[in-house]
């Protein structure tokens, strides 16, 4: 079966780091999205990762490899409107979307 | 986790035909769902929040009449492009909040729309 996997919740200080993670096992692989989502709100477009490596776009880096079905998604100098659901998709073989659980972000003082 | 599904997958029709997508949730009750378009690499545009029993809320700038939803039962939300053209070739992609927690969504895989 398909499946993706990131941590339920995730608690970090402002002005920090944190690293959120997801892996996955898919019928083939065309790519990798990260999404925000504040409460009540549509997710926001973060990073698509197709290939290997680190893409960095200001605070927020994401990483992928293929071939240990993992990617991260690096936020740096947290700040409290960072406070949400961080969702990691792939896009299969049939290039259907397959999407993790999300990871709720808490970021305290 | 709870499981949401979309029918068809892929659909491909000429210009001027209407299409049906459904959205259902296999393992709990949805009283709201919703429906987004995304274009490549995009953000997910929130098109519409269907809700059970009563006419669906359209976020500003979409047509109502162009894109038909019907929520009839606490499982199953359509979405129906009517008259297609090649512009609303997307992708599109419904949710629906865990009950009791409109913070916990669970995203179908979507629907690819080829309009020729």
């Known amino acids: 079966g398909q499946n993706i996997d990131q941590p339920t919740e995730m608690t970090a200080t402002e002005g920090a780091i944190v690293q959120i993670n997801c892996t996955y096992q898919t019928s083939g692989f065309n790519g990798l999205f990260w999404y925000q989502q504040h409460a009540g709100e549509a997710p926001t477009f973060l990073s698509y990762n197709v290939l290997d490596g680190l893409e960095e776009k200001g605070r927020f880096s994401s990483f992928l490899s293929r071939s240990k079905g993992y990617s991260y998604l690096l936020l740096k100098e947290l700040q409290m409107k960072d406070s949400a659901s961080y969702l990691c998709?792939?896009?299969?073989?049939?290039?259907?979307?397959?999407w993790g659980a999300g990871t709720k972000l808490i970021i305290k003082p | 986790g709870a499981v949401v599904s979309q029918h068809p997958s892929r659909v491909i029709c000429k210009s001027g035909t209407s299409v049906k997508i459904e959205c259902r949730s296999l393992d709990f009750q949805a009283t709201t769902m919703f429906w987004y378009r995304q274009f490549p690499k995009k953000s997910l545009m929130l098109m519409a929040t269907s809700n059970e029993g009563s006419k669906a809320t359209y976020e500003q700038g979409v047509e109502k009449d162009k894109f038909l939803i019907n929520h009839a039962s606490l499982t199953l939300s359509t979405l129906t492009v009517t008259s297609a053209h090649p512009e609303d070739s997307s992708f599109y992609i419904c949710?629906?909040?865990?009950?009791?927690?409109?913070?916990?969504?669970?995203f179908g895989p979507g629907t690819r729309l080829t309009v020729l």
């Open positions: 949710s629906a909040p865990s009950s009791g927690d409109y913070n916990e969504q669970f």
């Open positions: 998709a792939v896009v299969d073989s049939n290039y259907q979307l397959i």
